[in-house]
């Protein structure tokens, strides 16, 4: 796969995990069940696509190497806005954590099997 089309990959999973299913949710989503899908979004799909972006950034790391940092920069962003709370900061840089190690265990396997 071509460098143009896995940053096109990277970026549209990373907008549509980070953004637009937070938005929809947020704009969807009774009361009542605002809490458990944010709750879903925060320990299920963000921590998946943390591990996923990492993985496909991994198989090169010198050009994929600001992936982390979209991941956490674009959670930031839309959370700090969405909720009122201190925790975007914190949730933000566990996902920063976790794309690092995926992104450096990734380019580890890639290049141990070189």
Do not use: E, Q
Request: aromatic share 12%; glycine share 6%.
């Amino acid at each position: 796969m071509g460098k143009i089309k896995r940053s096109i990959i990277i970026v549209a999973i990373i907008l549509t995990a980070m953004l637009i299913i937070p938005l929809i949710t947020v704009n969807t989503v009774k009361a009542d069940a605002g809490m458990l899908v944010t709750m879903m979004l925060f320990f299920v799909v963000h921590p998946i696509v943390s591990i996923v972006t990492g993985v496909l950034a991994g198989k090169d790391i010198k050009f994929f190497g600001f992936t982390p940092i979209l991941v956490a920069g674009l959670f930031w962003a839309f959370s700090s806005f969405t909720y009122v709370t201190a925790f975007p900061i914190v949730y933000s840089a566990v996902y920063l954590v976790i794309c690092t190690i995926s992104m450096l265990l990734t380019w580890l396997a890639t290049r141990k099997a070189k």
